[in-house]
T-cell receptor, first 112, second 116 residues
Framework: DSGVTQTPKHLITATGQRVTLRCSPRSGDLSVYWYQQSLDQGLQFLIQYYNGEERAKGNILERFSAQQFPDLHSELNLSSLELGDSALYFC???????????FGQGTRLTVV | AQTVTQSQPEMSVQEAETVTLSCTYDTSESDYYLFWYKQPPSRQMILVIRQEAYKQQNATENRFSVNFQKAAKSFSLKISDSQLGDAAMYFCAYRSAGGNTGKLIFGQGTTLQVKP
């Protein structure tokens, strides 16, 4: 157990819908990363937050957004979902930008 | 931009034998970190080993070792005495040492099958 908790573990939803994925980082970790793992794109970095502020952005679609709350948990919001958004979404956390990041078990999103 | 390439989509090894997984990367940076992650069927991403680019000595963690060739931009993973539990997908990853982000850039992954 990495100490990073992601909910839900599985999510099935229809095209056009909106979902929210939640991540609770390890206790004391200020930095949260979101990654998407899909069959065609592999593992891709989406976005990073550090102590509530956006720190880095990858190839994140405009339909996707994220935030980190004062208690340091983070949410990834996916809207206007398409079939191609079906993927495994990982959250990782680390104490700061330089330390090792630990991954959660991921949320499997299926868009039907 | 940095890229990471794993040219072996699948590999297989006999239990107790040794296998080497390949990884190459492209970067103009001189200081960075390289990692190997293991993803078993449980989907959990597990850090196997890490290498700092400024260190010439190859990293070793028990049965896992790397061959880091900085000039060739090559970073291979050797698994000795392979065990059934080593069966998983393995990802090579790159992280800049500079800047203000610890984001990882991953290769496409190599699926390792271990035969009993």
């Amino acid at each position: 157990d990495s100490g990073v908790t992601q909910t839900p573990k599985h999510l099935i939803t229809a095209t056009g819908q909106r979902v929210t994925l939640r991540c609770s980082p390890r206790s004391g970790d200020l930095s949260v990363y979101w990654y998407q793992q899909s069959l065609d794109q592999g593992l891709q970095f989406l976005i990073q937050y550090y102590n509530g502020e956006e720190r880095a952005k990858g190839n994140i679609l405009e339909r996707f957004s994220a935030q980190q709350f004062p208690d340091l948990h983070s949410e990834l919001n996916l809207s206007s979902l398409e079939l191609g958004d079906s993927a495994l979404y990982f959250c990782a956390s680390s104490p700061d930008t330089w330390a090792e990041a630990f991954f959660g078990q991921g949320t499997r999103l299926t868009v039907v | 931009a940095q890229t990471v390439t794993q040219s072996q989509p699948e590999m297989s090894v006999q239990e107790a034998e040794t296998v080497t997984l390949s990884c190459t990367y492209d970067t103009s940076e001189s200081d960075y970190y390289l990692f190997w992650y293991k993803q078993p069927p449980s989907r959990q991403m597990i850090l196997v080993i890490r290498q700092e680019a400024y260190k010439q000595q190859n990293a070793t963690e028990n049965r896992f070792s790397v061959n880091f060739q900085k000039a060739a931009k090559s970073f291979s993973l050797k698994i000795s005495d392979s065990q059934l539990g080593d069966a998983a997908m393995y990802f090579c990853a790159y992280r800049s040492a500079g800047g203000n982000t610890g984001k990882l850039i991953f290769g496409q992954g190599t699926t390792l099958q271990v035969k009993p």
